[in-house]
Nanobody
Framework: QVQLVESGGGLVQPGGSLRLSCAAS????????MGWYRQPPGKQRELLAT???????DYADSVKGRFTISRDNAENTVYLQMNNLEAEDTAVYYC??????????WGQGTQVTVSS
């Protein structure tokens, strides 16, 4: 069974940075796309960033220019570099992966709190 394990969340001050990691239990070449969602308290889950197997990326307007998604094929890991964090970025962040003919795989989530 495919597993995704997120790490890198925590408490950061406004204007700070964090890098989230999403480590897969299988080769990430098996996924057509991977990405990140977040869910703020009391709100719906929001798609933030996607990266395809070919390396193409896409971002939500709310994070464009501040967040960067990348992948390390050798480490089977996808990253989300988050800069200039704001209080509104406080949420649980989830990694996902898509494979053909399979349900979407989700990670367990990692908490990011932006507060002074």
């Amino acid at each position: 069974q495919v597993q995704l394990v997120e790490s890198g969340g925590g408490l950061v001050q406004p204007g700070g940075s964090l890098r989230l990691s999403c480590a897969a239990s299988v080769s990430i070449f098996s996924f057509s796309a991977m990405g990140w969602y977040r869910q703020p308290p009391g709100k719906q889950r929001e798609l933030l960033a996607t990266i395809t197997s070919g390396g193409s990326t896409d971002y939500a307007d709310s994070v464009k220019g501040r967040f960067t998604i990348s992948r390390d094929n050798a480490e089977n890991t996808v990253y989300l570099q988050m800069n200039n964090l704001e209080a509104e970025d406080t949420a649980v962040y989830y990694c996902y992966a898509n494979r053909a003919y399979n349900p979407r795989t989700w990670g367990q989530g990692t908490q990011v709190t932006v507060s002074s």
